[in-house]
């Protein structure tokens, strides 16, 4: 997704009027588009045109797996879902820049590869992140992420759309593992009603 402006952070954003930046609008000099309300908004990449900022190619990229445990590495989990996203890039002609891995929960936001990624995404040659599945990057608060890495020219590419099938064991675990000092029989019916409702969410 690309970033967009409006014509007031357009206008800010070159340190010109906002009259300005509506009069090249209207004299076909910007490319833009319409909001359902009729709001213009203007694509990163005329800014990039204006400024001589250099866009970032997207057919240079990083790719990013994650497993929950140990286990799951030993097992070659992790193996397998960077080999898938090697061989997705090379389908697509893409050059690999990066490789990133963490093991550990999604739901932990301090992981080593995951923070490299981001300390890297400012100034990395790649303009492209490839992920297996969208939880693969984090359980919550992708959206963020996505905004994040799209200030930097970085957008992120999910493979598989679905739900990754293992998140509601993931999630199950760090609820348990929270409940862990209750009484067993209480701790045992809340892990028993998560699952149920992490099931009917599939």
Known sequence: ??????????????????????KWC????????RTPGGHRRIPHTELQRL??????RTDKVAIYGRVSGHAQKQDGDLDRQLESLTEYAHD???????KYS?????LN???????????????????????????RLTRFGFSYLERLLEQYGVEITVVN???DKTAHEELVAS????????????????????????????
């Open 1 to 22: 997704m690309t970033k967009v402006y409006s014509i007031g952070e357009f206008a800010d954003e070159l340190g010109v009027h906002r009259e300005t930046v509506k």
């Open 26 to 33: 209207r004299e076909d000099q910007l490319t833009y588009s």
């Open 51 to 56: 400024t001589g900022e250099p866009s970032r």
């Open 92 to 98: 697509h002609g893409w050059s690999i820049e990066n």
């Open 102 to 106: 963490d093991v550990g929960s999604g």
């Open 109 to 135: 936001e301090n992981r080593r590869g995951l923070n490299e990624l981001l300390d890297d995404a400012e100034n990395a040659d790649y303009g492209r992140v490839l992920v297996t599945y969208q939880d």
């Open 161 to 163: 759309e679905e739900t």
């Open 175 to 202: 609820f348990a593992g929270k409940l862990y000092g209750m009484r067993s029989s209480k701790r045992k019916r809340i892990v028993e009603t998560v699952e149920a409702e992490m099931e009917t969410d599939e």
